[in-house]
């Protein structure tokens, strides 16, 4: 299993908490982003940078994902693709993307895209606060703990 992450919108935060998780594991973890980032030096972390353009970096996660790998991301059409290809999605909040709950995800965001189409101010997602860290560092280890052999 490896850890593929969408770095263009992960928190800081949360890269914080899956570099740790990388080295405590020893699980291969690699972003993925259409800028330049730094990472800390580890033979368990990786980047790769993408060319600038829409969904090029999850063109890219998809195309270089396994089964049974983890993504992280908050992009529900990639975590619905990630599943399809028989892979797991978790987002920065701590919410594990499954077959039964990412098509419920898929209809809302299409509601919510509609919504901002006609006008209507749907406004954003609140700041991650001390309980998704907390919410996804304790999904992180439960998923982790589960997964490897």
């Known amino acids: 299993m490896k850890i593929w992450v969408d770095a263009d919108a992960c928190p800081g935060v949360i890269k914080e908490i899956l570099f740790r998780a990388a080295e405590r594991t020893k699980i291969q973890t690699t972003l993925i982003a259409n800028h330049p980032m730094r990472i800390p030096l580890s033979e368990y972390i990786a980047f790769y940078q993408v060319l600038p353009g829409f969904d090029v970096a999850d063109s890219e996660i998809v195309k270089r994902l396994t089964v ?3 993504v992280i991301t908050a992009d529900i059409p990639l975590a619905a693709e990630v599943i399809e290809k028989g892979g797991h999605a978790l987002n920065p909040r701590g919410e594990l ?7 419920a995800r898929l209809s809302m965001r299409d509601f919510m895209d509609s ?3 006609s006008g209507v101010d749907t406004g954003g997602p609140p700041a991650l606060n001390q309980n998704d860290r907390k919410a996804f560092a304790d999904t992180l280890d439960r998923f982790l703990a589960k997964n490897i052999s």
């Open 68 to 70: 049974g790998d983890l």
């Open 97 to 103: 993307y499954t077959t039964d709950n990412i098509r």
């Open 115 to 117: 919504l901002r189409a």
